[in-house]
């Protein structure tokens, strides 16, 4: 058992290796030296008690760190001990046990079959999603803040909308300032490139690319889009993600780990890629890849480390009287899980890469898109904003579709929660995540979905009903995403 100084200075030693080489590490290191020389009275071998708290000092409760609002960690909480009751009465009804160790020969025939999964046609009849995104939205849909009161409100129209919580989302001249890069006079790669910007400034774009070192460059530079051949390498920077032999040997490691044990999840995962990317015209041909990061994925310890920052908990369930926290993520996938995957097999084929790619993705950012929480990047707030959005600047329409009982929200809603991943076109999709990881934020998400309705306003406000109204929405894969969020922003009236 460690002690807490212990503890620390492994959590200490993990944030440093996680900055070195990047921009911030640099920032940081020069600082500390500018300091040194202006206070002489800070002494290297009494730094770490000069920064600590006090023991007396009232420290926030764990909970408290990973959501503030108490009525959030009470719903996230509710909606936990749903989705595991699901997952339980599965595994009792099925009489299949939640975690098992494969027999020798059921090891031999997955590690010979282990790069050609997807010709294996397993049964899987039996088994349904544990929860698809309209099941969740329901859950979101019922959120109160049990201390607000709503005839508070000076606007009527804060009614108008789906999501019935008092969160700060940024307005129209907010996102224009914190997405100045995305301006209509500014350069975006990506976009007609031939057509709209001069050889000349492509050209230059992709040099200065090629020249990015650390991850914080790469980040200000994927703002304005990444050069299809410079992406993966661009992201991979972002994320700090390096498959050094050390990330290849844990990737090894989580592969045995699946050949050694058999997970009930592991039937979900099969599910959903087969419900999804499979039957995906872009998707299709990586089915194979998907399952092998999806069930390592589903092994990896090191995934329990966001729940410290994520207002979510991982369940716990039993292997011949142990947990099995040792040998799984805590993660259960939903109905579309596999789309936050499958866009990343254009960048990177190998494995390895791939994985540790998608692992970091999902830690920084899709996790929040299927938790409960007030952060600016949940999916609560990315709803509400949404709803905003379209309420402030095209009220007759969000009221016209309201009357019709066709809510805006239930039809953006799955395209908000998987990053619209199977409903754009796949490049125009990188375009998106490039934005996201440029930003740091998800909060682009909601943007577009309320540029989509606006594009598509005219033929919305001739619909009767939701079916017709999906209808008109139905088909996104020709939309060009970036101009539909520059003229959103940047060229509505406010």
């Known amino acids: ?74 719903a996230q909480a509710s909606w936990e001990k749903r989705v595991l009751k ?25 590690t010979n079959k282990w790069n050609e999964m997807g010709t294996d046609e397993p049964d899987l009849s039996r088994f349904r999603p544990v929860y698809a995104p309209k099941d969740f939205l329901e859950v979101l849909i019922g959120l109160r803040n049990p201390n607000h009161d709503s005839s508070e409100d000076v606007s009527i129209k804060s009614h108008w909308g789906l999501i019935q919580v008092p969160l700060n989302v940024r307005d129209i001249p907010q996102l224009r300032r914190a997405y100045s890069e995305l301006n209509l006079t500014s350069g975006q790669l990506g976009i007609d490139d031939h057509a709209h910007i001069h050889p000349g400034i492509y050209q230059k774009f992709t040099y200065i690319s090629c020249t ?39 990737y090894e490691q989580l592969m045995a780990g699946v050949i050694q044990h058999d997970l009930l999840v592991d039937n ?58 040792l040998l799984w993520t805590g993660v259960i996938p939903f109905h579309g899980f596999s789309m936050y995957v499958a866009p990343l097999c254009f960048l990177y084929n190998e494995p390895s890469k791939l994985y540790s790619v ?45 009357q019709i009982g066709a809510q805006p929200l239930r039809i953006a809603f799955k395209w908000m929660v998987r990053g619209f ?12 995540w490039d934005r996201i ?9 909601a943007v577009l979905a309320a540029a989509v309705f606006a594009f598509r306003a005219e033929n919305l406000m001739e619909v009767t009903s939701l079916a017709s109204a999906e209808a008109v929405l139905a088909d ?19």
């Not at 920064?51 to 108490?70: D, G, I, R, T, Y």
């Not at 920052?309 to 947990?323: C, D, M």
């Not at 894969?477 to 922003?489: D, M, N, W």
Request: with cysteine; glycine share 4%.
């Open 1 to 74: 058992m460690m002690d807490d100084g212990t503890e620390l200075s492994l959590t200490i030693a993990q944030i440093v290796q996680r900055l070195k080489g990047s921009h911030l590490h640099s920032q940081i290191e020069r600082q500390a030296k500018v300091s040194k020389g202006l206070l002489p009275e800070i002494k290297l071998e009494s730094l770490k008690e000069d920064v600590q708290l006090p023991p007396s000092h009232p420290s926030a409760p764990p909970e408290h760190l990973k959501e503030p609002l108490a009525y959030m960690r009470k």
């Open 212 to 250: 990015i070192q650390d991850s914080a460059a790469a980040q200000q530079y994927s703002r304005q889009g990444c050069p299809t051949g410079l992406r993966a390498d661009l992201w991979a920077l972002i994320l700090n993600s390096t498959n050094q032999p050390q990330d290849v040997m844990h």
């Open 268 to 325: 979900l995962i099969y599910k959903d890629v087969k419900l999804t990317a499979s039957n995906d015209d872009y998707y299709f041909v990586f089915e194979d890849f998907l399952y092998q990061v999806l069930l390592c994925f589903s092994r990896d310890t090191a995934v329990l480390e966001h729940f410290k920052y994520n207002s979510a908990t991982p369940p716990r369930s039993y292997i011949q009287g142990e947990t099995i926290n």
């Open 421 to 432: 991943s199977g409903y754009l076109s796949t490049d125009q999709l990188l375009l998106l």
């Open 476 to 494: 996104l894969s020709t939309l060009k995403v970036i101009p539909l969020i520059q003229i959103f922003l940047f060229a509505t009236a406010i």
């Open 86 to 110: 699901s997952l339980n009465s599965m595994s009792t009804e099925l009489e299949v046990p939640l975690a098992r160790m494969r027999p020798a020969v059921e090891q031999k025939e997955l």
């Open 437 to 445: 990881l440029g930003y740091d934020s998800l909060e682009v998400v």
């Open 358 to 402: 998608f692992r970091e993705m999902y830690i920084r950012y899709f996790f929040r898109l299927h938790s409960i929480s007030s952060s600016p990047s949940g999916i609560v707030s990315l709803c509400l904003q949404f709803e905003r959005l379209l309420q402030t600047h095209l009220p007759q329409l969000f009221y016209h579709l309201r």
